[in-house]
């Protein structure tokens, strides 16, 4: 996929091209995506059994995160989600800073959009710095990243657990084609408990 | 057990024990003063980890999160915060996670809050209307038992379970300080 190594100014980053990046040589990584575009970007960079789908729950992917870090501490855990889901989730970054999850990390792609109902502008669009919020909730790492150099070595944080890490990623407001991971909650759930070797129940 | 100061610490004490010997891993919760014990003890308990949220709904997903990475979790909240969690709750419905809810009621019985009443009324009917089974509680003898029910239920057959303590059973909140 063609991406450019910098955003256009006030345009941001290939949402594809930051996702697939960030799953790249995942190895063990355990993901969980916020409904609606996010969960389309993890399925297009190549269904995992691995990857949990949300596709409702608004506000719950984070916090879904957390269940899943402090169960597996050796484990590093990634939330792909975006600014919309977020934001109905925003008090799921108090209750993780709180907690400090070495091997969780949140990444909120950020076009200041809600893409799935019509593109209406979010509250980042309006105002409200994620990044900053993260941060002061008591994230170990917090930033905002424009550059696809800064997603690679995101990436690399990520599966060095080092400190709760928090990054909202400024992406463009396009709406790539749809690429629908299936829609069985029974079947995600199963088949990523059987990717980590547990039975069904 | 005529004090009914030691008789309530033993039902709370028992629930703890019968979540302990579940295997447990995760308690997560919006405070309630009924849950004291129970979050004091998952607190000091190093198998366990006890974290607060700031809405309850969190802990839905919270708990959906635990048992894909192969833990157990129990979520405490009181009866206004199940009004928090309804939507939330179609993550259990949709997935068939096992869920385990343990509720202080309030509004009830003996309530000296109105703003405690709508809330506590829709309590039982909206975890049914979103597939949740719900066990009231008003025995205290009986409540360690319908706790291990509901963790059988749950992490043995793929239910989303609520056990409802009674505010009877909890007795009057002292408003007088």
């Given at each position: 996929?063609?991406?450019?190594?910098?955003?256009?100014?006030?345009?941001?980053?290939?949402?594809?091209?930051?996702?697939?990046?960030?799953?790249?040589?995942?190895?063990?990584?355990?993901?969980?995506?916020?409904?609606?575009?996010?969960?389309?970007?993890a399925a297009?960079?190549g269904?995992?059994?691995?990857?949990?789908?949300?596709?409702?729950?608004?506000?719950?992917?984070?916090?879904?995160?957390?269940?899943?870090?402090?169960?597996?501490?050796?484990?590093?855990?990634?939330?792909?989600?975006?600014?919309?889901?977020?934001?109905?989730?925003?008090?799921?970054?108090?209750?993780?800073?709180?907690?400090?999850?070495?091997?969780?990390?949140?990444?909120?792609?950020?076009?200041?959009?809600?893409a799935?109902?019509?593109?209406?502008?979010?509250?980042?669009?309006?105002?409200?710095?994620?990044?900053?919020v993260?941060?002061?909730?008591?994230?170990?790492?917090?930033?905002?990243?424009?550059?696809?150099?800064?997603?690679?070595?995101?990436?690399?944080?990520?599966h060095?657990?080092e400190?709760?890490?928090?990054?909202?990623?400024?992406?463009a407001?396009?709406?790539?084609?749809?690429?629908?991971?299936?829609?069985d909650g029974?079947?995600?759930?199963?088949?990523?408990?059987?990717?980590?070797?547990?039975p069904a129940? | 057990?005529?004090?009914?100061?030691?008789?309530?610490?033993?039902?709370?004490?028992?629930?703890?024990d019968?979540?302990?010997?579940?295997?447990?891993?995760?308690?997560?919760?919006?405070?309630?003063?009924?849950?004291?014990?129970?979050?004091?003890?998952?607190?000091?308990?190093?198998?366990?980890?006890?974290?607060?949220?700031?809405?309850?709904?969190?802990?839905?997903?919270?708990c959906?999160?635990?048992?894909?990475?192969?833990?157990?979790?129990?979520?405490?909240?009181?009866?206004?915060?199940?009004?928090?969690?309804?939507?939330?709750?179609?993550l259990?419905?949709?997935?068939?996670?096992?869920l385990?809810?343990?509720?202080?009621?309030?509004g009830?019985?003996?309530?000296?809050?109105?703003w405690?009443?709508?809330?506590?009324?829709?309590?039982?009917?909206?975890?049914?209307?979103?597939?949740?089974?719900?066990?009231?509680?008003?025995?205290?003898?009986?409540?360690?038992?319908?706790?291990?029910?509901?963790?059988?239920?749950?992490?043995?057959?793929?239910?989303?379970?609520?056990?409802?303590?009674?505010?009877?059973?909890?007795?009057?909140?002292?408003?007088?300080?």
């Amino acid at each position: 996929m063609a991406s450019t190594d910098k955003a256009t100014p006030g345009r941001g980053l290939e949402r594809r091209a930051v996702v697939q990046r960030l799953l790249a040589d995942r190895g063990g990584l355990l993901v969980v995506t916020g409904l609606g575009s996010s969960t389309y970007d993890a399925a297009a960079a190549g269904d995992h059994d691995l990857n949990f789908y949300l596709w409702g729950a608004m506000g719950g992917a984070a916090v879904m995160g957390l269940g899943i870090a402090l169960a597996r501490p050796e484990s590093p855990v990634l939330v792909i989600t975006g600014d919309g889901e977020q934001l109905m989730g925003m008090g799921a970054l108090a209750t993780i800073g709180a907690q400090q999850p070495r091997n969780l990390a949140v990444v909120v792609l950020d076009n200041g959009l809600y893409a799935e109902t019509g593109m209406q502008a979010s509250h980042t669009a309006r105002g409200t710095d994620l990044a900053a919020v993260a941060s002061a909730c008591g994230f170990a790492w917090s930033t905002t990243i424009d550059r696809m150099a800064d997603v690679e070595a995101l990436r690399d944080r990520i599966h060095r657990r080092e400190g709760s890490a928090f990054a909202s990623v400024r992406i463009a407001p396009e709406e790539p084609p749809r690429v629908l991971p299936t829609r069985d909650g029974v079947e995600l759930k199963n088949r990523f408990r059987r990717a980590l070797s547990l039975p069904a129940n | 057990m005529s004090n009914p100061e030691e008789a309530s610490q033993d039902w709370r004490d028992q629930v703890f024990d019968t979540i302990r010997r579940s295997d447990v891993r995760q308690v997560s919760y919006v405070p309630d003063a009924g849950h004291s014990r129970l979050i004091a003890r998952a607190h000091q308990d190093p198998d366990i980890a006890a974290y607060p949220l700031t809405t309850e709904e969190e802990g839905i997903a919270a708990c959906c999160g635990a048992w894909l990475g192969g833990q157990r979790s129990v979520l405490l909240m009181q009866s206004s915060g199940v009004g928090n969690c309804i939507n939330m709750l179609s993550l259990a419905a949709n997935c068939r996670f096992p869920l385990v809810m343990l509720v202080t009621m309030r509004g009830e019985w003996a309530e000296f809050n109105p703003w405690q009443v709508p809330m506590s009324r829709a309590t039982q009917g909206s975890l049914e209307l979103m597939g949740v089974s719900v066990r009231r509680v008003e025995d205290p003898a009986k409540a360690a038992d319908e706790v291990q029910a509901a963790l059988d239920d749950a992490f043995l057959s793929d239910q989303a379970v609520a056990v409802l303590f009674t505010q009877r059973m909890l007795g009057r909140k002292k408003w007088e300080r």
